[in-house]
């Protein structure tokens, strides 16, 4: 099983130029360095990234599918801002695709083993980092990831790797919030962790709602 990450970690080799473009762009977006709102033109990523402006066309067209822009004909790409219906949608898609792979896996004691397994060192590398929440956050998103890819269900696979940028965004949003408890959201991986080991399906799910839910309260977005 291979485990979708964001783009910007991807470590395969000769990536296209237009991809590298992308990710390099989404990983700025979805930390803040370019901002709700920013106007991206292609002349100027194709400069930032020395290339032509093909493949920084084709690299907006990327950010486009992964929700981070909206293409405005003749003037570029506007960075998307964060929605509540947005945040309150992409939530409720990753609490059911993290409550359904754990009532598929938590059945079978060696699958419930390969997880927890899977989930070990991604929660002490969260403890590690509570006082850094940028590397904070990458954790945490990881967590979730293992979380519902754990199934090996290819489909998933796809619709993680397409949510990522914006699941991420999210996520970072929520842990560098000022308000953000980082301790008490590494106790609730760990509880949640928990319940994955006693095979608490009905836990989890309640559990994830709550964490999810809680842990997304604290940043602004827009309403729509």
Partial sequence: MRTPTLPWLETRENRPLAVQIAAAT???ITEGAIEPGELLREVDLA???GASRTPAREAMLQLEAWGLVRLIPKKGALVT???ARER????????ML???AVSRIA???ARRQGLLAALAP???AQQATADSPAEFAVHDYTFHLTLASHDDN????EVLRSLGPRLFRLTHLAVLSPAADLPALHREHVELTGAVASGDVAGFREMIDRHLRTGHDSYAVVAE
């Fill in 81 to 83: 801002t964060p929605t």
């Fill in 26 to 28: 989404a990983r700025r």
């Fill in 47 to 49: 400069a930032e990234h």
């Fill in 122 to 124: 991604v929660l002490a």
């Fill in 107 to 109: 059945p079978d004691p």
């Fill in 154 to 157: 290819r489909v998933v696979e």
């Fill in 98 to 100: 993290e409550g359904h």
């Fill in 88 to 95: 309150d949608e992409l939530l409720s898609v990753r609490a």
